[in-house]
């Protein structure tokens, strides 16, 4: 299943930043990230620098580099030259001068950081998101369930069009101007966002400075759909310049932001359901086709009768389960997993949020696994235990239902989980550790 509002585009400034990669040693070899302000375009070194410029070239040691070369040939400003030299420099390992020139902002350095957050994701928000080796910094612009619209943010604030806002230095911490690039939109999942950056605006009176914080998230919403219709923009608002066709610079900078988000928009493949394999029939119908006993089942798999119980009962497998069963079904473990009942979105949802993600990593560090899995064992985790609650009639609606079922939210089972999980592998506390004084390791878990 394709996310909702799919960015428009995307494939092709993907495959278009590809082909602009120069590498060396297997590595990428990139203008450095560690500057917060924008790096200079070639096309700046031929004219008067602004001040904010100015600093920048003062402390980037790649911008450097390339307007020594601009002043030595003004009638030929190619980066090429540049990136040769730069591969003789890593090679003869003379790169340690240039990386001592490059400033990061305290500002920027506390974003590398990791940071425990309980903050729920909303429009109007900034946020750090992270995912394997990606960090991108994101605008929401649209909730759909796990599904999150997002708007690209960079402090190369040529990367802005007439649909992009510009901040201003004192709206985010960053503490430089950025680029909202709200059409260069994609759909991440919600289990990407890391943390807060900055919090929605709130409506400023007339005399306010609306400067001081990000646009209120209506405002935020309208160039959004201004963008999504074709019309003009709303007024009043700071706004990048339009993009014209001997833009090569800033169409070449977008391309390469807009890549930046494509694992991110990929991650999404990594959610149960999501896979692109079509299974033959649910699990339930395909061990039902073999016509084998139960005994038999169980003995040719190495599983325990539970396991097939739970299937029978709408249960789902686990990874390991899915490989043992794959044989006996003569398929793959991937079919299986695809052949799982779907997840409640509701719990798909809690389970995304930031607020669990270093408990995640704390089971994934100490089972030697990853947060993806930890997480989707979390979720069945949870389920099963749902399932197996029993209510009394007494429990039900006229309409069938639960009142568990309409009104219940799935976090007090995810945390409960969660708690006992750590618990059990002696990372936090248990209540009767506690009362008794004693602990685990001494590293708990604050909440």
Known sequence: MLPPNMPRNSRAADDQSRTGDVYLADDLLAPPV????PHLLDTDFGGRLSEPQEKHLACCGWCQQRSTRAMAHPDLVDEEVFLAAARARVTSGAGAALEKLTVLRPALH???AGHDTREDVKIGQLWRLRWRSTTELALVVALDRWW???????????????????LSETATVLGVPAAVCLSLECVVPLFTFDRLVTPAGRTVPADGDRAAQLPPPETIRDLWRAWRRGTPPPGQLSLGEPLLDGDLDRRELRSTLAAGFMSLVGASEQAPGESTRQPPAPLSVM???LDMP???LALRTNLQREVFLRIKQGGRVSLDEAHALAAVLETDAETVLAANPPLDDR???????????PDLRRLAHLRHSSEDEERWRLADAVADSRRRTVHQPADLNQAGQTTDDQTESWTPLVEMHLRAELAALSEIDTPDQRQSGGGGRGNGVER
């Open 294 to 296: 139960l005994g038999e």
């Open 34 to 37: 560690a500057a917060a302000d």
């Open 110 to 112: 506390a974003l590398t």
């Open 148 to 166: 999150v619209t997002v708007a690209p943010v960079t402090t190369d604030v040529g990367a802005a069009d007439e649909y992009s806002l510009i």
């Open 287 to 289: 061990l039902q086709q």
């Open 347 to 357: 719990l798909v949802v809690d389970v995304s949020r930031p607020r669990w993600r």
